[in-house]
């Protein structure tokens, strides 16, 4: 009951303050939003070593084609650095691939495509930054793309975004004999680089 | 889905647009103002669980509401804020605290504030829609069940989010 209430409170919080910004300039230096959206991790390149529960030292090297589909759920914070470059700052919960759900923590660049900057709709951006999982070693993410922006009125903006991605990280291993999760005593090297494209939308107040 | 009232013959026809929500993903129409009422016919996988890896496959489910509203709140001079309510009917096949999919139906009902925009022909809304009824899952020849469908009831305090283009 309490974490209904936590998230209905946070829904406000979200949405009061920018319906009562109604009649300022959109155009602001700062402005937050939320953003969601799905990803598909098309191709991993895995490699990792473990030790089986006889002893045996089991090295395994594989690429992995993937229609699984992903989501996206994110908030973000940004500045204006100029008229045609800002900055934003992304965090929430993404799914990177397969049993790989990790908390983000992005910095994304967004650059205009023409001078008078985000009074037009269209802007690149490239980010980076790192992603956190349970019990795994931190994980890189890397994304490009392209992102269109409406505006919708003074106060609230809708950004649509398509881009790519790669990623870093650390994927939990099974034995395929034992059929378990290799626990971390027994894990060597575990690395995926992960490659693939996403689509988002996001609501900018 | 948006639900603005027009008056009769003054106001779009059709609205189309997204729904987006931690419990669905989909596509919703509304149409054929008729007073203060409003038809919204939605169509959406049921995603419900899905992000936190408990349901592996999503379901698909279908709900119809017939939304009444008050005239819309000027917010500023290109916003107005819509609010609207309605009964309605519930059908699809779908998961629920357990991890079979099944067939549900019940009676419905939908609650929803939309901000209608004039620069953009969009409409952005955030609804809340709860549903009552019955879910059918089947096992084996001998192991039928039927149930009350509880995420209808439990996980309606989560809101959709709709994006409609108004033609």
């Not at chain 1, 994304?108 to 023409?114: K, P």
């Not at chain 2, 209608?116 to 019955?134: E, I, K, Q």
Request: net charge positive.
């Amino acid at each position: 009951m309490m974490k209904r209430l936590h998230i209905m409170m946070l829904l406000a919080s979200v949405l009061v303050p920018a319906v009562t910004m109604a009649g300022k300039d959109f155009h602001g230096k700062f402005h937050y939003g939320v953003e969601w959206g799905v990803s598909n991790t098309f191709a991993s390149w895995t490699h990792c070593t473990f030790q089986t529960t006889e002893g045996y030292v089991v090295e395994n090297r594989d690429v992995e084609y993937s229609a699984l589909m992903n989501a996206n759920v994110l908030g973000f914070v940004s500045m204006d650095i100029s008229k045609w470059v800002w900055l934003s700052a992304y965090s929430g919960y993404t799914g990177l691939k397969k049993g790989e759900h990790v908390i983000p923590l992005t910095l994304r660049g967004s650059f205009a495509l023409n001078r008078t900057g985000t009074a037009n709709p269209g802007a690149v951006f490239i980010e980076g930054g790192c992603g956190f999982r349970k019990g795994a070693r931190v994980s890189a993410i890397a994304r490009a793309g392209y992102t269109y922006r409406v505006i919708l009125s003074s106060f609230m903006a809708l950004d649509l975004t398509a881009g790519a991605h790669l990623t870093f990280s650390h994927p939990d291993v099974y034995d395929k004999y034992s059929e378990r999760k290799v626990p971390p005593e027994a894990l060597g090297v575990s690395s995926s680089l992960n490659t693939g494209v996403f689509l988002s939308m996001a609501l900018v107040f | 889905m948006c639900l603005p009232t027009y008056a009769a013959g003054s106001g779009p026809d059709v609205e189309v647009g997204v729904i987006s929500s931690p419990r669905s993903a989909g596509a919703g129409v509304s149409f054929a103002p008729r007073g203060n009422s409003r038809s919204v016919l939605r169509l959406y996988a049921d995603v419900l669980d899905m992000i936190g890896g408990k349901h592996k496959s999503p379901g698909v489910k279908a709900d119809y509401h017939l939304m009444f509203s008050h005239s819309p709140i000027q917010v500023n001079d290109d916003t107005h804020l819509v609010l609207s309510i309605g009964p309605g009917v519930a059908m699809g096949y779908v998961s629920d605290t357990d991890f079979d999919h099944g067939f549900a139906a019940g009676v419905s009902c939908m609650a929803s504030a939309a901000l209608r925009f004039s620069r953009v022909p969009l409409t952005v809304s955030m609804d809340f829609s709860v549903t009552a009824g019955f879910r059918a899952t089947q096992k084996s020849q001998f192991d039928q069940t039927l149930t009350l469908y509880k995420n209808g009831l439990r996980r309606c305090w989560i809101p959709e989010l709709t994006i409609a283009y108004r033609f």
